[in-house]
């Protein structure tokens, strides 16, 4: 399986994890939406030593797990993409923050720390936009982009993208197929053919984009209505999620809420 | 029903300059007959269907399609009679979902929700693809996205259907399928086709395209049964007709092998 | 060059998401599509190709490594500026969200550092100039190269600076421009040749698709100088948003260190401490709490490992047993 197997592969994956019936799934996917750009911007904002109080937010990950019925192990091969960057500018920090915190009768260094606190925010944030997507169609997520008044351009966009995307990829897996078949000792296109092989692929990709919006022309398109928009309106149901993850994730931001529970038991 | 009605008279039409693609072409076709449209690649059938929406103003001569001539101001209106299948469903199908995709016309028209509703479960009923309604385009097969393809054309109520290789890239189960709805389907259609099977079973009437003109306008079982004529053209025999005529003629071909 | 979120400070990614939704609405009034609907299907599609396209391996010669294409001086030369614009962000938005390439936070950033520079300065200040009088094959390649290097430089330079104004790193900033500025001028000079031969084979066969093609030269107010003064505007605004961002950073490192063991005995001296120690006492919301068993810092770390413990342990039985009742109730009903 080539790169572009793989990716429309994850597209379906994805899409078919988010039609499911679960009670997540069914929460409006604008309260989804804002609930995890909240998340994600409470876990970056954690000072950087601050451990403990980064680790409390993993509830909200892990209860959206549960409830929404998916596969923890999934998710976390997407962490093979990101964690690279973030471990680059992670790693140093044991090397250069050369601060000593004592731990009992030991000192450790504050860089791992700081480290530890940046790859967690890496891994939370991740598994944050994992489980929007998990459980929210794109055209779900456009109905609340298009709430949040992003331009019509923008959204009809992405739609238009998302659509043609599987359609290319396709493409992109069979002539990568064909090329390997016939120059099995090439790991990638070969430099003679790096115009005509791409070329070749965006002039029938300009010739479709043609007959679409032929189609479209023949189907009274006139330029002004496009996609229907899913706009559901929000219910009380939704209103109460997204106010109960709002208060909890405060709670963990601005409380040291594993260090007092912890202490209960000591 | 409207009288439905195309009449094509001198029409040339070239993409570039000086390299004419059709050369003073001329036919006309009315009521609700399946006409099919054969000729080599590259002669120009696509070409022609499309001239006949108005996706080329830039044509000599004249088109009327129900008494209209394809013009810029009567495009609306000829646009909401006549429907054009592609030769690729996936040109067509740029809705992320069936249901809406099916819709997508009779929303532009300005439809009420009830009415494109309507349209839209009766589209899907005709091509038998009621169950595929809430599917993503996608994750559709081939011959799945054909059948809604068609439902999205028909949404509109078209008097006349225009289809560019309706059964290419189709199962024989499909393609079997796909013929059925032909039959039943009541408008004017003309079929452009290289599945002379696919004609022979479909069409009373046959147009043979050659150097840019309907060469040969008649009933197909007598052009798709001229083997002579079709070779000179560049096609072959349907291959239902290919072993009755050789054994009527008692000769064995040995060149498939 | 995605950047995570993990990367990024809340106030730097809202500053980034403030610039790129300016360059975004002005770019969705430039291109009208009311009056020229037939981009809106040209931008979708090129947008899935650019996608699709970057999964294509293209082999490095001489180097055992493969190649990409790049997305945004591609989209300039196909689009021109604002359209090109609109479908990276179309591209970007997909790659954040289904794959992870790059966060939803850092999105603002991407758009930035991609799609803005690759489209505007690639098309306004290198394509557009160089391909003033005619396009030509050697013109193409020296522009895509400039353009890749160029936009791919700026692009860089910007993550190191976002990185630096969210205060992530440990890394000195020098020492990040100069891991990234060289990295990203081989991956330019790379994509700038296969996005180069990628154009050049569009030229030969079809080249009325290129922007700026002969006949439909843009006449737009917008020349070479007031470009040059926006995008010296927008590095203004930028530099100001950030470092505004950077300044006002609570960095309550000393008030967590202090949480976690209990005691100020740090080595650590100098006046990033003391102000840092300011800002403890501002910002701490409990600076006087004793937790009980906490005297020590092994007590500290024992009784957040415990806590978190007895946290998760309420949150998945408390999930466990919601999914128990509402089975259960289901049945009921059914």
Not at chain 1, 101 to 120: C, E, F, H, K
Request: aromatic share 8%.
């Amino acid at each position: 399986m080539n790169r572009a197997e793989g990716a429309a592969r994850e597209i379906s994956r994805l899409d078919m994890l988010a039609r499911r019936d679960q009670r997540v799934n069914r929460i409006h996917p604008l309260v989804k939406f804002l609930l995890t750009v909240g998340y994600i911007a409470a876990v970056v904002s954690f000072p950087k030593y601050d451990v403990f109080g980064l680790l409390g937010m993993m509830v909200y990950p892990i209860a959206t797990f549960l409830l929404g019925e998916l596969s923890v192990r999934d998710a976390f091969r997407r962490l093979r993409v990101v964690l690279p960057l973030v471990c680059v500018a992670g790693l140093f920090n044991p090397l250069l923050d050369q601060n000593r915190v004592r731990l009992g009768d030991v000192w450790i260094s504050a860089g791992v720390l700081s480290m530890l606190t940046l790859m967690g925010k890496g891994v939370f944030s991740l598994l944050a936009s994992y489980l929007l997507i998990a459980t929210t169609t794109a055209e779900a997520l456009c109905g609340a982009l298009s709430m949040l008044r992003l331009p019509e351009a923008v959204i009809t966009q992405f739609l238009l993208t998302f659509r043609y995307i599987t359609v290319l990829l396709e493409e992109v897996g069979r002539m990568t197929q064909a090329y390997a078949l016939r120059a099995p000792r090439q790991k990638g296109v070969h430099r003679k053919v790096w115009g005509p092989f791409a070329g070749q692929l965006l002039l029938r990709s300009m010739d479709r984009a043609n007959e679409v919006y032929e189609s479209m022309l023949l189907r009274g398109f006139s330029g002004k209505r496009f996609y229907q928009r899913q706009r559901t309106p929000l219910c009380g149901r939704d209103l109460a999620y997204g106010a109960f993850w709002l208060a909890l994730f405060a709670l963990f931001r601005f409380f040291p809420v594993l260090l007092l529970v912890g202490g209960i038991f000591l | 029903m409207r009288e439905a009605e195309i009449a094509v008279e001198g029409v040339s039409f070239g993409y570039e300059k000086g390299r004419k693609i059709l050369k003073e072409l001329s036919f006309q076709a009315s009521g609700t007959e399946n006409i099919g449209l054969i000729g080599e690649n590259g002669v120009g059938k696509s070409t022609l269907l499309k001239l006949l929406v108005g996706l080329y103003p830039e044509f000599t001569g004249t088109i009327r399609i129900g008494g209209m001539p394809v013009e810029k101001k009567n495009l609306a209106k000829i646009r909401s009679q006549i429907g054009y299948v592609f030769q690729d469903s996936d040109s067509q199908l740029f809705c992320a979902s069936v249901d809406e995709d099916v819709a997508f016309a009779p929303r532009n028209y300005g439809l009420p929700e009830a009415e494109v509703e309507r349209r839209v479960e009766r589209a899907l009923a005709m091509t038998g693809t009621l169950h595929l309604r809430d599917r993503k385009n996608y994750s559709l097969s081939g011959g799945e996205k054909k059948l809604v393809a068609i439902a999205g054309i028909l949404s509109m109520s078209p008097d006349i259907l225009l289809m560019d290789e309706p059964s290419a890239a189709l199962d024989p189960k499909n393609r079997r399928r796909l013929i059925g709805i032909l039959h039943e389907l009541p408008q004017l259609k003309i079929i452009a086709s290289h599945d002379m099977d696919l004609i022979l079973d479909t069409c009373s009437r046959t147009l043979l395209m050659a150097d840019g003109r309907i060469v040969r306008d008649g009933a197909t079982e007598e052009i798709l049964r001229d083997g002579e004529l079709l070779e000179a053209h560049g096609l072959e025999l349907p291959l239902r007709l290919q072993g009755q005529i050789e054994i009527m003629s008692g000769k064995m071909r040995t060149d498939i092998l | 060059m995605h950047m995570a979120d993990a990367l990024v400070a809340p106030a730097v990614a809202a500053a980034m998401y403030a610039c790129s939704a300016v360059a975004a609405g002005y770019s969705v009034k430039r291109v009208r599509l009311e009056e020229d609907a037939k981009k809106i299907p040209v931008m979708g599609v090129m947008g899935a190709f650019v996608f699709a396209a970057q999964m294509i391996n293209f082999t490095i010669p001489g180097t055992g490594s493969s190649g990409h294409l790049c997305g945004g001086m591609l989209l300039s030369a196909l689009l021109g500026p604002y359209a090109g614009f609109l479908a990276m962000i179309g591209v970007l938005l997909i790659q954040c969200l289904l794959f992870a390439d790059g966060g939803l936070l850092a999105l603002g950033c991407n758009i930035w550092n991609m799609a803005f520079y690759g489209c505007f300065v690639g098309a306004l200040l290198i394509w557009r100039p160089v391909m003033r009088k005619g396009i030509t094959r050697a013109r193409i390649v020296g522009a895509s190269v400039a353009g890749c290097v160029l936009t791919l430089q700026m692009g860089a330079f910007s993550v190191a600076l976002e990185t630096l104004a969210s205060g992530v790193t440990e890394l000195p900033f020098e020492a990040f421009v100069a891991v990234m500025q060289p990295i990203h001028l081989a991956i330019g000079l790379v994509e700038g040749l296969i996005t180069a031969a990628v154009l050049v084979f569009v030229h030969e066969a079809r080249p009325e698709l290129l922007f700026c093609a002969a006949g439909e030269r843009e006449t737009g107010r917008f020349s070479y100088r007031n470009t040059l003064a926006v995008l010296a505007a927008a590095a203004a605004v930028t530099g100001g948003l950030l470092s505004l961002a950077a300044s006002s950073l609570p960095d309550g490192l000393e008030w967590s260190i202090e949480r976690l063991t209990g005691s100020e005995e740090l080595t650590a001296s100098g006046s990033v401490y003391e102000t840092a120690e300011s800002v403890r006492t501002a910002t701490a919301l409990l600076p006087d709490y004793a937790f009980r068993g906490s005297e020590t810092a092994l007590g500290t770390t024992v009784s957040g490992l415990v806590g978190g413990l007895a946290v998760v342990c309420v949150c998945v039985g408390a999930c466990l047993l919601f999914r128990f009742f509402k089975r259960g109730s289901g049945h009921e009903q059914g």
